[in-house]
């Protein structure tokens, strides 16, 4: 904890999320970040990407579970965790260095996208929409009570998800600010 160093990040998925239970059972995700430094020419003023760098992430327990359904190989991210750089001899014998982040806090970047948000319940370990269905928890979870927390819960942090957002113009949005941003 203490004399750790913490790094934050914008970039983009650079390798498809690789999802794994170790031990007994814990759940575990990695993948890899990178991110494109963009300067400016001074002769012609036109932006040029300069290095790409890359990290190893690893994720753990719920952030895991979580990023597992919703990030795929590409998806802009912010990236928020602890970092560590270490020296290895690889299979070559030839010396390296690794750089890896534990992740601590990653999702999608907002400024490049739109994107839906399901809280997930901590008692049945389900979306606010499967808790509203009522379907029932493999806990044994009364779910008709975490349904009217569910409700009492989008009642207070405004209007359901389908009446925020509608399909169409998250597209449109999504086609819009794929157009205004340039390749990765």
Known sequence: MF????????????????????????PKLTMRVAWTTRRREPSTGEW??????FVRVTCWRRLAENLATCLRKGDPVLLRGRLDV??????????????DVDANTLGHDLSRGVAGFRRVWEKSAKTADEVAAGENGADGTDDAVLAAAADGAAAADGPADEDMFDDSAIDALA??????????
């Open 3 to 26: 004399n750790e160093a913490q790094i934050s990040v914008v970039g983009y998925v650079a390798s498809e999320p690789e999802y794994v239970e170790v031990g007994q059972g814990t």
């Open 48 to 53: 040029v990407d300069a290095n790409a760098s």
């Open 86 to 99: 270490r020296p290895f001899v690889g299979k070559d014998g030839q010396r390296r260095i690794s750089v």
């Open 175 to 184: 086609k819009e600010a794929d157009s205004a941003q340039a390749p990765f």
